[in-house]
Structures are given as C-alpha cells and as structure tokens.
C-alpha cells in the first residue's frame, strides 16, 4: 500500500515528459502565419475586445490585451465571490466567459506563431502551466521585426560592372 507499482511511475513520466515534446518544439520559421500583428491596447480597449471577439479564435492578441482580459475577469470573479457568498452569480460569470476566455488564450498563442491547441498543455500540471504562463508572456514572433530594427542606412549603389557598391579586397588597391 505504501509503495509505487510500475504503473505509477509509468503515470508520472507520462504527466512529466509528455509535454516536454511539446514545450521544446520550437515554433514554425519564417513570418507569422496567423496574421497580421495586433496593436497593444488599454484596459478599457482589451475589455471591449475580449466581449466583441467572444468566440474568434483566428485572429492574434497582443500581450496587453490578453492580460488586461485576464486581470478584469480575475478581478470581477473575486468581487463576484464576496458579494454573492453562495457562487451562483460567480458561477454564471465564469460559464459566460468560458469561451471568451478560450478564444483570447487562442489567440495569444497565435501572437507567439503556435497553435490553439498548446493551450491544452496547461491541463498537464507542473510543466504545461508553467510552459504556458512563459508563452503568454512572451514578445510576438513577426519575420519583419528584423526589417523594422534593422540598419537604417540604404544598401550601397551599384558599380560600374554591375556589381553591388561593396568591394572585395581586390577592389581595394
């Protein structure tokens, strides 16, 4: 009674080592495939956001708008709790913005250039929720962020023979 049989160790390498699979697969290459870059947004826009793409789940978020989000239903289930004891009315809240909640957590991911569905690894206690708090986290993943911060001088004009205006050290004599 007091000790591990194989199918319990079998359950926690499951739980532990199958969402590093997922965690340290490195997201697709190249531009953003989920569209084009959201805007960052106040707490009354992120709001007014998360109620008007109640069940979009193809678009991106930024990280300002999934958080405003997320701290405004964190903050009206709290005020819920202490107003109504019995949890109906908390109750009612959190089933209306179950889908609210799913799509903008989609999207955010998508900010990130991952699917939806990585959201599931947060089921997967410790590794998937702690995966999925540093993926909410991070900075959108865009291919002309490079263009954007890139040297702002023009390329050099071509030469004579065609050739682009840098010079090999043959040129240089």
Not at 29 to 51: D, L, V, Y
Not at 65 to 80: D, G, P, Q, R
Not at 118 to 143: H, R
């Amino acid at each position: 009674m007091g000790s591990f049989s194989i199918w319990h160790w079998l359950i926690i390498l499951i739980l532990l080592f199958v969402p590093l699979i997922f965690v340290l697969q490195s997201p697709p290459p190249g531009a953003n495939r989920f569209g084009s870059p959201p805007k960052a947004m106040s707490f009354g826009e992120a709001i007014a956001s998360f109620f008007r793409n109640y069940v979009n789940f193809s678009d991106r978020a930024s990280r300002s708008e999934f958080w405003y989000a997320t701290l405004f239903n964190v903050i009206v289930h709290f005020v819920l709790g202490f107003v109504d004891p019995s949890e109906v009315v908390s109750s009612i809240w959190g089933l209306a913005t179950f889908f609210p909640s799913i799509a903008i957590a989609a999207r955010r991911l998508h900010d990130i250039n991952r699917s939806g569905w990585y959201q599931l690894l947060s089921c997967l206690f410790p590794i998937g929720t702690i995966a999925w708090i540093v993926w909410a986290c991070q900075k959108p993943s865009d291919a002309d962020t490079s263009i954007r911060h890139s040297d702002p001088t023009p390329p050099a004009p071509p030469t004579r023979n065609g050739a682009s205006g840098s010079r090999t050290f043959g040129q240089l004599r």
